[in-house]
């Protein structure tokens, strides 16, 4: 599973309003990623800051390349 | 998938295997201010949530969500033949945060470009589109105008077919002027190849032969064919660079149907003080300088492709103010 499990904590996040309401207002980076880390462990994930690092840089490269 | 794009928006239209596939991100209230879409959707990236957590939907999802909220139908297109004025005619109306105003999206064009045999599926699926990028995001919202790709004028049956009531203008300028400014930097519709059938009955190999201003004629040429095919449509208004930016606040806003008031003009008119499409610039008249610098192959291939189009649109435009 890519990036240790984030894939499918993603899926959950788009299905979840309060959990998005949770992300969408975190402009600092850091803070963002580590925001997500809590909620995934929250959810049972146990992907890592440099797991959702990964994920942002691969979603930055599809927008640049797409 | 049954989820609210409720305040997400289509961000790229793109094949994936058989059909079309549709890359979404939260936009909030964040409105659409920047000269061109790509720039505005790049601004709403910053947010790391809308970076992250992107969706990735079937096309099919487009049409189920456009009928999901509460949406402004379009108020006005701008259609026009490139380094014409166009960016400072869309930026000044996005001055106001009553106007949702949308440039040069790349999702349009993908539809157009991707689904080009059966009008009916080209029709449904603009309007979806269009439905949902007009979404009404910000509580001021009220009109929506879409500029669209200079080479989308080739598409003006298209889109007439799917919008048969919305007023749209065509703004054209001088021909030496644009292949000057194209020469200078070319747009990427101006390099052979990048855009399909751009000119009409010319295939690629014959247009890798061509110069690259007589490319670039023969394709502003096309744009004003199109323009000339449909310029007596009820809903059609030609406006020369040459009548900006007070045409922007008089005579468009009257063939859009819009009226505002002195606040909203002053706002309008203090964006016509400044670049379009660098508004940390001021604004710098450029007519005479681009005349100047014309070549003669430049001067030649407008006197050859576009001028005698370019008095067509005049002598149609005159004609109709009187």
Known sequence: MPYNGFEEFREIVLDDESLQKQLRDLMDMDEFITRVVELGRSHGFSFTAYDVGDAVRASQRSWVEG | ?322
């Not at chain 2, 939907?57 to 487009?62: D, K």
């Not at chain 2, 298209?158 to 400014?181: G, M």
């Not at chain 2, 890798?208 to 096309?222: F, H, I, Q, V």
Request: charge should be negative; hydrophobic fraction near 40%.
């Open chain 2, 1 to 322: 998938m049954n989820k609210s794009i409720r305040n997400w928006i289509p961000i790229r239209v793109y094949p994936n295997g058989s059909g079309l596939a549709v890359d979404w991100c939260y936009a909030g209230e964040t409105r659409f201010t920047q000269p061109f879409f790509r720039d505005s959707v790049q601004q709403i990236l910053r947010s790391p949530f809308s970076l992250l957590f992107r969706r990735q939907t079937s096309i099919e999802v487009l049409h189920e969500s456009a009928s999901e909220n509460e949406t402004i139908p379009p108020t006005g297109f701008i259609f026009h033949m490139s380094r014409c004025g166009s960016t400072l005619v869309s930026q000044m109306l996005a001055a106001l945060p009553s106007n949702i105003v949308i440039s040069e999206a790349p999702p349009i064009d993908s539809v157009l470009k991707h689904v080009a045999g059966d009008l009916s599926v080209t029709t449904s699926l603009l309007r979806s589109l269009v439905n949902v990028l007009g979404q009404k995001r910000g509580k001021d919202e009220e009109r929506f105008f879409i500029k669209f790709d200079s080479w989308n004028t080739l598409d003006l049956e298209r889109i007439q077919t799917a919008f048969p009531d919305v007023p749209w203008i065509f703004l054209y300028r001088e021909p030496i002027e644009v292949i000057v400014s194209q020469m200078q930097k070319r747009g990427s519709q101006m390099i052979q190849g990048s855009v399909e059938r751009i000119i009409p009955g010319v295939h690629l190999q014959e247009a890798l032969t061509m110069s690259a201003e007589e490319y670039c004629a023969r394709t502003l040429a096309s744009f004003c064919e199109s323009a000339l095919e449909h310029a007596n449509d009820v809903n059609a208004m030609l406006v020369n660079y040459n009548e900006l930016p007070e045409a922007a606040l008089t005579s468009v806003l009257g063939h859009f149907r819009v009226s505002l008031d002195e606040d909203e003009l002053r706002r309008m008119r203090t964006v016509a003080q400044f670049n379009a499409k660098t508004p940390q610039l001021v604004f710098e008249p450029d007519s005479e300088s681009k005349q100047a610098s014309a070549t003669d192959a430049a001067r030649d291939a407008a006197a050859r492709w576009v001028d005698p189009l370019y008095e067509k649109l005049e002598s149609m435009r005159l004609e109709r103010k009187k």
